[in-house]
């Protein structure tokens, strides 16, 4: 079965980028549809981004436009591209993967998980 690790994190301020990673190991990545959530404190993890193992995307209607996932299976990494972060952006994001087929939005659907990277976004 797969791992996941997260990285690149980090404190920055309204209008900057960050590209976060997550690297897999132990098990085949390009089998696995990926996805990314975020936590922000006190409230619930919510869905940010996912690319199947055929590379379809989808966005959660508040990064659309700003956020970019793509893969590299060469790699076994799966990446976010975050472009104008907003102050509402600052939680701690995690990478997700699933063996099973089809678009999800529910971390119940995703039986792998990394431990998290902080982001902060500072108005």
């Known amino acids: 079965q797969v791992q996941l690790v997260e990285s690149g994190g980090g404190l920055v301020e309204a209008g900057d980028s960050l590209r976060l990673s997550c690297a897999a190991s132990?098990?085949?990545?390009?089998?696995?549809?990926m996805a990314w959530f975020r936590q922000a404190p006190g409230k619930d993890r919510e869905f940010v981004s996912y690319?199947?193992?055929?590379?379809?995307?989808y966005y959660s209607d508040p990064v659309k436009g700003r956020f970019t996932i793509f893969r590299d299976n060469a790699q076994n990494t799966v990446y976010l591209q975050m472009n104008s972060l907003k102050p509402e952006d600052t939680a701690v994001y995690y990478c997700?993967?699933?063996?099973?087929?089809?678009?999800?939005?529910?971390?119940?659907?995703?039986?792998?998980w990394g431990q998290g990277t902080q982001v902060t976004v500072s108005s």
């Open positions: 997700a993967g699933k063996t099973k087929v089809g678009f999800s939005t529910s971390t119940y659907e995703y039986g792998y």
């Open positions: 132990g098990g085949t990545f390009s089998s696995y549809n």
């Open positions: 690319i199947s193992r055929g590379h379809i995307i």
